[in-house]
């Protein structure tokens, strides 16, 4: 048997003010893509830096490949690819300069023009770092954690901030990682979307700790819930107004409106305006949509994943 | 399109580094612009030139105009007749005041040695107006020999001063930006080693040490004919051990600062010092016995004192020896120093 890609163990880093990560678990197998999922400051780049080898741990047993950071760095270091989540290229250079720089780090690895090829960045080859678009300097940075033709492909927030069009470029290019050398992503992200569209498995963290693990459909489920009404009165619902509802699992406030988890809409949705009539409330606003990991998010920690 | 082979990460690191540099407008402008204004501006100002006349004044009186007169033969002085004499003398208008009446008296500050000039040569002219006869007759010989122009000490010292200036900015700003930009963490995370980054910042300076070591000898010689007395390699050979001093104390400078502003704060307390007493613009002699040693125990001391003996005093390599060995030593430990203490992110 083959060991994990990735594993950690009572992971444990403490700043000064904030407990970043608080033991943690995490199990990644060869040729998954693993999401870490959570708002910011949840604890997941320091998650990431830890399984990278930049970050000592305070405690904790980490293994990469089944080697430890201790003793095989040069090793892991020609295996793995990074994309951090601040990095700056130096804008002077032009994109396939600074993609040979990268290459000559590592002892394998593609040739830097093919990359630049099965990135869409051929046309830019010549240019400068500091004048391409967000998109293009994302895959530049990908192409950089990809030219040392690595087992594991390190990824922390590879989307954030990009336009869509951008973001789905970079997701082809991480399903063509998996596709042709079989290799482990983990990825960090906020977007709920890039995690259920990428990911085999999910790791939702939030102040350091795990608080849902499973595949994107497990993770729903536990839901309870296929669908989330979300509605706003005048005056507002009192909290235990719908609990009782047949068919509805849970009330929770969602900023200014009320989020109901309900099994089946047409049930649910003439009930909830009964209900609002029978208080003497005034319907403001009712929107409906299918359950999605931001909901379990919201479910779970009563927070939102994006709010700050 | 031309694929070419790519060579060790020290040589590509290098090679990124002196591309990016070549591209960077202002920082050209500050290592050959700068440095050769400097030379131009103050190599005129300090042309050499016969010395001013010294002025002095003649209070208004029944001498006075017989005393201008005398006084007006001599080629040292620019006397007038002056009605405010004590005003002019106190404000440095005047640099001795003679008196306009019959009892000849001179008024003047003996601490002064310009006013130590003007009452020798009044008293001169007064006294041969007067009838005085010489009984010897020196004959002069006038020298101006070439390597003992002001501007034969400053080019050497503006020469140090460069080296030192790009070698500590030229290291330590790019590490302190590419910590700033986490790119020294994006490094960290390849199998480069530290060793290579921090010794291909050596590397791509030796590449501009020949630039603009070379653009600033030329410009001495072909504007002011400032020659390079002695051997051209030994100077080379020097200048490639100064980079190497002030690049490790560059990168001991930036090796924890994590802005740019902390580094230019801790570069300027580092090189101010050196500007002022390391013999740039001029000798050091003039300070205190007690703080030479230590004078010349600083790096920009040590390659400006080679420098000038090399290029003015054609010095051999063996004679400058002990001081490049000095530089090679201060370069070593700053360069370990920097090394052990550096932060990556």
């Keep these: 048997m083959t060991e994990a890609a990735i594993s950690c163990r009572d992971l444990r880093k403490y700043f000064a003010d904030v407990k970043a990560v608080d033991g943690l678990d995490l199990t990644v197998e060869r040729g998954e893509c693993f999401g870490l999922l959570g708002p910011n400051g949840a604890g997941k780049t320091t998650t990431i830096e830890v399984l990278e080898g930049l970050t000592t741990p305070d405690s904790g047993d980490v293994r990469v490949l089944g080697m430890t950071w201790k003793e095989n760095e040069r090793e892991l270091r020609e295996r793995m690819g990074v994309s951090l989540q601040e990095t700056q290229l130096a804008e002077k250079l032009t994109t396939y300069e600074t993609l040979r720089l990268f290459r000559s780090f590592y002892r394998n690895g593609p040739d830097p023009d093919v990359l630049l090829h099965e990135l869409s960045l051929d046309e830019k080859r010549n240019a400068r770092v500091g004048k391409l678009s967000g998109g293009q300097k994302q895959r530049l940075t990908v192409a950089c954690a990809l030219v040392g033709d690595p087992d594991i492909l390190f990824l922390d927030e590879p989307t954030t901030g990009l336009d869509p069009q951008s973001r789905l470029q970079l997701w082809e290019v991480v399903a063509q990682f998996r596709e042709q050398k079989g290799g482990t992503v983990l990825l960090t992200t906020h977007y709920m979307e890039e995690a259920q569209r990428l990911c085999d498995r999910i790791a939702i963290v939030d102040h350091g700790h795990l608080i849902a693990l499973g595949t994107p459909a497990d993770l729903i489920a536990k839901l309870e819930a296929r669908n989330i009404i979300e509605f706003t009165s005048e005056p507002e619902l009192p909290a235990s107004a719908c609990a009782d509802l047949p068919g509805c699992h849970g009330m929770a406030k969602h900023g200014e409106a009320w989020q109901l988890r309900v099994d089946s809409l047409a049930e649910a949705v003439p009930r909830v305006i009964n209900v609002i009539e029978r208080n003497g409330a005034k319907l403001l606003t009712l929107s409906t949509h299918e359950a999605t990991l931001e909901d379990l998010f919201v479910s779970l920690t009563g927070r939102e994943l994006r709010d700050t | ?345």
């Design chain 2, 1 to 345: 399109m031309t694929p070419s082979k790519i060579g060790p990460p020290i040589i590509e690191l290098a090679r990124a580094r002196t591309k990016e540099f070549l591209r960077e407008t202002e920082a050209i402008f500050w290592v050959f612009g700068f440095p050769l204004l400097l030379a131009l501006v103050l190599g005129f100002a300090f042309r050499d030139k016969a010395p001013d006349r010294v002025p002095v004044g003649i209070a208004a009186g029944p001498m006075a105009q017989q005393r201008l007169d005398a006084l007006k033969k001599s080629n040292a002085l620019q006397p007038r007749i002056v009605t405010d004499g004590d005003d002019a003398l106190r404000h440095g208008r005047i640099s001795l005041l003679v008196s306009g009446d019959a009892a000849l008296k001179y008024q003047f500050d003996p601490t002064r040695p310009d006013a130590l000039t003007a009452r020798s040569a009044v008293d001169d002219a007064l006294q041969r107006a007067a009838g005085r006869r010489d009984p010897l007759a020196p004959s002069q010989a006038f020298v101006h020999e070439q390597g003992a122009r002001y501007i034969d000490f400053l080019l050497p010292g503006l020469l140090g001063m460069n080296l030192m200036g790009t070698g500590m900015w030229g290291t330590g700003f790019v590490i302190v930006n590419a910590r700033m930009k986490k790119l020294l963490k994006r490094f960290i995370a390849t199998p480069m080693r530290k060793r290579d980054y921090v010794l291909s910042h050596f590397l791509s300076r030796i590449v501009f040490l020949v630039l603009e070591v070379g653009v600033l000898v030329a410009f001495g010689w072909l504007v002011f004919g400032v020659r390079v007395n002695g051997a051209v390699g030994t100077l080379a050979l020097l200048c490639i051990v100064g980079g190497f001093a002030f690049s490790g104390l560059g990168l001991l400078t930036a090796s924890r600062a994590r802005t740019i502003e902390a580094a230019s704060g801790l570069m300027n307390l580092i090189m101010m010092p050196m500007w002022l007493c390391s013999g740039v613009f001029f000798s050091y002699e003039r300070f205190p016995d007690a703080v030479k040693p230590m004078i010349k125990a600083l790096p920009l001391t040590l390659l400006n004192d080679a420098l000038r003996g090399v290029m003015n005093d054609a010095m051999t390599l063996a004679q400058i020896g002990p001081k490049m060995l000095w530089l090679v030593v201060w370069g070593l430990v700053t360069f370990t120093a920097g090394v052990k203490i550096f932060r990556w992110q």
